[in-house]
Each structure stands twice: as C-alpha cells, then as structure tokens.
C-alpha cells in the first residue's frame, strides 16, 4: 500500500509568497491542506486557485490548536509541514521515498532562513527542524510549537528556504509573537525554551536591554542536549556585545570553549566580540588583535558545518577570510590583507 503525502500548512494573510509555495511542492505531494486563520487578503483566494484545500480556523491564540486542526483536515499517512514565506528547494525524490515508509519517524528536514535586506544579498542561517510527521503526530505549546517527542526522528533529505526574516516581512510582522510569548511565560514561567525565543524576538528588535535577561534565563536552565543551545550561545555573546559587556561576553565564551571550540559559528563569533572590545577600548588593540586573528583563522581552518543547527553560511570560509582581510589591510599587513582577499573570494565562489 503507497501512502498518502499532503503538505500541511496554517497561514493567515500571506499572499505576498502562499503561491509560491504551493507551485514548489504541488508536482511532489498527494494533496495539499491550507487553514485559513483569519486572513483579511487574498491567500484562501489564490491557495485554492493554486490547487490547494483550504479550511477556516477561528484564531485562538494558539499555534498549535492551529496546526493540529490542519493536520486533522489533511487525514494523511505523511504530512509535509511548511509555512506561506517558505519554499521546497530540493528532496523531491526523499518526499518519493516517504510513500514506501511506515509512518512510525518525524522527519527532520533543514531550513534555510535568509537575512537581510533581500534575497540577493542575504545572509543564511541553517536549521533542522521535524517538518515530516506520521499520522497521529500532534503539535504542543502556544507559540513557537513542536510536534510530540515521542517520535524518534530521522533526518530526510529536504530543504526549504525560508525569506520571513527578511527586512521587508519582518517590519510587517514585527513584535508579532510578543503577546503569545508572554502568554506561555505566565502559564509556563520556567519554560527555558520561551524565554531563548522571547530574547530572540526582543533582540531582531533591537531590544538588548530586554532580550538579555530571557537569554540568560534559557542559558541557565538549558539541558546539554537542547538543539538550540547553539544558537542560544551565539546571540547571547551578541546582546552582550551589543550592551558593551565584553568582560561578561568574554568570560561566557571562555565557559563554553571546550563545548563549541569547533564550531566555526562561535569562532566567528569571538573573533567578532574581541574586534568590537578593541575598538571600544583601542589600548587594548596590541592584546586583542592576535586573539582576533587566531578566532578568525580557527573558523576558516574548521571551514563549514551547516549540521550545525543554526549554523550561518560562510562562516567556517569567505566571512572570516573577509575580516581577516579588512583587519590585516587596517594594520598595513597588505600582503596578508592580498592573500586573505584572494582566500574570500575562492571560498564564495565554492560555497554560492
């Protein structure tokens, strides 16, 4: 017996992108599920013209009431879940496979998130999230959901892009999540995980001051084994960059060196944090500076781990030979600076 594959999705007031994803995955998948959530523009409309099935869902400040009465609208042995702003960009002949397994796994699948002012000069962050879920899969929590644990889960073959965080989509659904976060904190104050997304939220609104005692809190309390510890780390060392608490920055780092030393993200990082601590403080440029080049130089040497989760591109390759270029051409070093502008330019060719 084959089995059924739908794509699954919640949207609301997304016709900016909805087609888009439906035209990706509609040739790869059996049928495909839009609940509707309360849209004042046209994404049902252009949904169902683009071959969809659409339902309504009365919003009740719950994202995963919402995508557990999605799933139960698509009735399907495999259900691909993926949101309006993302788009399939390669796992065809994977989500093929799904019809001949059981549905007994969540399927990981990974996320590439662009950031910038737009899709051609963006930056990308890599994560690995269950998008491929069995039937019987169901999701928990208010705002940033899950599916159930209970699920072992096996990476497939999958990958979407992601073009919410952009400039132009985050004005528009900026704060967005702000209500809902606070929400779960009062029903769950010691909720590690809310307090990582609520200091996230907080900090791509510029609002270090705020996010920084959220990010201490999940750091606190996060288990070893949490996926986003990663990530955690990285915008905890750049709120408090941000704060001008190098000393606080410098001594986190130090903490989690053994744990993360071949991550080319927190090499990245440091060297980042040391550059701003020497041009906050330039007496201390003669200590620093041999620091920020060895930070540097370890992220390229570890060169790109995009299964890292949260990992951004480039920066186990052209973003450190980029600085370190910059850096070297600041100190006169310009052969030095040539070499790691030659470097830069042969790692982006390879990696874009």
């Not at 991550?263 to 440091?270: E, I, N």
Request: hydrophobic share 45%; net charge negative; aromatic share 8%.
């Amino acid at each position: 017996m084959t089995a059924h594959l739908a794509l699954v999705m919640i949207a609301r007031n997304e016709a900016r992108c909805i087609e888009r994803c439906l035209n990706s995955v509609r040739v790869h998948v059996d049928s495909m599920v839009v609940l509707d959530t309360g849209s004042s523009d046209d994404t049902a409309g252009i949904a169902e013209r683009a071959g969809a099935r659409v339902g309504r869902f009365a919003w009740c400040d719950d994202f995963a009431a919402a995508r557990n009465a999605a799933l139960q609208l698509a009735d399907a042995d495999w259900s691909l879940v993926l949101d309006a702003d993302e788009w399939l960009v390669d796992g065809a002949q994977a989500l093929q496979e799904l019809r001949r397994c059981k549905p007994s796994f969540a399927g990981v699948i990974r996320v590439d998130n662009l950031f910038g002012a737009d899709e051609a000069s963006a930056s990308c962050s890599m994560s690995w999230l269950s998008r491929v879920l069995p039937r019987g899969a169901r999701y928990s929590g208010r705002v940033h959901e899950q599916p159930d644990a209970a699920w072992p889960r096996r990476r497939w073959g999958v990958t979407v892009r992601h073009d919410g965080y952009l400039d132009a989509p985050m004005r528009d659904k900026r704060g967005r999540n702000d209500h809902l976060l606070r929400l779960a904190l009062a029903e769950r104050p010691e909720d590690a995980y809310l307090h990582y997304q609520l200091g996230k939220d907080l900090e791509l609104r510029a609002c270090f001051s705020e996010a920084l005692p959220h990010y201490q809190r999940a750091h606190d309390a996060a288990t070893a084994t949490e996926p986003w510890r990663h990530d955690l780390l990285l915008r905890l060392l750049f709120t408090l960059k941000k704060l001008a608490r190098f000393d606080d920055a410098v001594l986190l780092a130090q903490a989690h060196h053994d744990e993360y030393g071949d991550s080319p993200d927190y090499c990245f990082a440091l060297g980042d944090l040391l550059l701003d601590w020497a041009a906050h403080e330039p007496e201390r440029g003669a200590e620093l500076v041999p620091l920020i080049e060895s930070a540097w130089q370890r992220a390229v040497a570890i060169g790109e781990r995009p299964e890292l989760p949260d990992s951004v591109r480039g920066r186990g390759s052209f973003l450190p030979a980029h600085n370190l270029a910059v850096l070297y051409a600041g100190l006169n070093r310009h052969d030095e600076a040539q070499r790691w502008r030659a470097r830069e330019q042969v790692m982006r060719a390879a990696i874009t």
